[in-house]
């Protein structure tokens, strides 16, 4: 089973859908999120896009970076956001890391989760599974 660690800023959107869809939809892949400065809460939008697509669990949830690292070694960490891509280099030293990003859905309305949903399905997956092949 290989692992992936996906990194956001806060840890409640982007990153959080980002493990939910990984653990979801690729074999023998195991994702976790965390976030560099976390906000302790998973957004309610993106809880009810993975509530909708039938693959929420109350597993997931915000949290740090050194909580995660009990995960570790990581196949590949994958960030999410431009701030994070920044601060989470320091963090990971010597792990294969690389940077695909997708605009930040929170405060804006549900549709832009769904749009933020779909776009992480259509592009980050198959770059998961082309990394680790």
Known sequence: ?????????G????????????NAYLKDIQAYSAGSAPSGKVNQNAKKVLQEEGIWDDK????TIEEA????????VVT???????????????????????????????????KTKEEIKKRL?????????
């Open 1 to 9: 089973m290989k692992k992936v660690l996906i990194l956001c800023t």
């Open 11 to 22: 840890n409640s959107c982007r990153s959080i859908m980002a493990e939910a869809l990984v």
């Open 60 to 63: 997931y949830r915000s949290k």
């Open 69 to 76: 690292e009990k995960f570790a070694p990581f196949d590949l």
């Open 80 to 114: 999410v956001c431009d701030n994070a891509k920044e601060k989470c280099v320091t963090y990971l030293k010597g792990q294969k890391t690389i940077h695909v990003g997708f605009e930040d859905p929170d405060g804006k309305e549900y549709e832009e989760f769904v």
């Open 125 to 133: 997956l198959s770059i998961i599974e082309k990394e680790l092949s």
